[in-house]
């Protein structure tokens, strides 16, 4: 019984920034990969940045430089810092976690509701 909790979406202007978080909660035992994907209407869903356990991290080409990801394994949160935002960035953003559940020991994907992010003037 995990929930991840999105927030941090809206719209903003080209140029500006955001930051998104999402948070596990339930019964967890530990948390390896999690990941951000995005997805625009009519569109793949495509992974645009991923964070190990340890912190290693790696981005979709179009967004590197711009986006940061990074994580606090002590809130099992998530965070997708995004500056210098474009209007190519609007799309559904979800966060991904691959959870090891407490007790049972069960490693599961949870996604995340959502959250709209909307660049445009």
């Known amino acids: 019984q995990v929930q991840l909790v999105e927030s941090g979406g809206g719209l903003v202007q080209p140029g500006g920034s955001l930051r998104l978080s999402c948070a596990a909660s339930g019964s967890i035992f530990s948390i390896n990969a999690m990941d951000w994907y995005r997805q625009a209407p009519g569109k793949q869903r495509e992974l645009v940045a991923s964070i190990t356990r340890g912190g290693v991290t790696n981005y979709v080409a179009s967004v590197k430089g711009r986006f940061t990801i990074s994580r606090d394994n002590a809130k099992n949160t998530v965070y997708l810092q995004m500056n210098s935002l474009k209007p190519e960035d609007t799309a559904v953003y979800y966060c991904?976690?691959?959870?090891?559940?407490?007790?049972?020991?069960?490693?599961?994907?949870?996604w995340g509701q959502g959250t709209q992010v909307t660049v445009s003037s």
């Open positions: 991904k976690a691959e959870v090891v559940q407490a007790r049972v020991l069960l490693t599961t994907t949870y």
